[in-house]
């Protein structure tokens, strides 16, 4: 079962690049957000996605949301990540694929690899965009499309 347009984010809590927990839940009621799942660190296309969500960050904190990157690497994989891009906003270890079943995103290429999917909530945490694409680029312009929509 996968997320569909006006459902509620599913309760879940991963560890940041800190090695910290973070409770989505922080942020219902507090401000919209946006939560990217990528494949991984430091690959062509996800370098290309994370580097396009820092390049447009203000964008987003313009309309009051947060960004968050969703991947299976390691909280240390994700500190060097976040150092060698210089990326603003939080990324979250999700090493056995939890949340991303929870989420239902799907595997692209045939399976073999994680699937790339953005999702944008409103402030009560209510899904309003889900985009699935293997173009990493697009993402970021769906993402604040969806976010004028609810400003």
């Known amino acids: 079962m996968s997320l569909q347009k006006g459902d509620k984010v599913p309760g879940f809590t991963l560890k940041n690049q800190d090695g ?22 430091f690959t062509p296309g996800c370098t290309k996605e994370a580097c396009a969500f820092r390049d447009s960050y203000q964008d ?3 309309y009051g949301a947060e960004v ?7 909280e240390e994989k994700h500190r060097k ?6 990326l603003p906003y939080i990324l979250l270890s999700d090493t056995e694929k939890k949340v ?12 073999l690899l994680p699937g790339r999917e953005t999702y944008v909530f409103n402030k009560e945490g209510k899904v309003v965009m889900i985009f699935n694409s293997t173009e990493s680029a697009i993402h970021i312009e769906k993402a604040l499309e969806a976010l004028k929509t609810i400003k």
């Open 81 to 86: 990540f976040i150092k060698s891009y210089n």
């Open 20 to 41: 910290e927990d973070f409770n989505i839940s922080s942020l219902i009621g507090v401000k919209p957000f946006v939560i990217f799942f990528y494949p991984r660190d």
């Open 60 to 62: 987003f904190k313009d």
């Open 68 to 74: 968050i990157g969703i991947s299976s690497d390691s």
């Open 100 to 111: 991303r079943r929870i989420f239902g995103v799907k595997n692209n290429l045939f399976g």
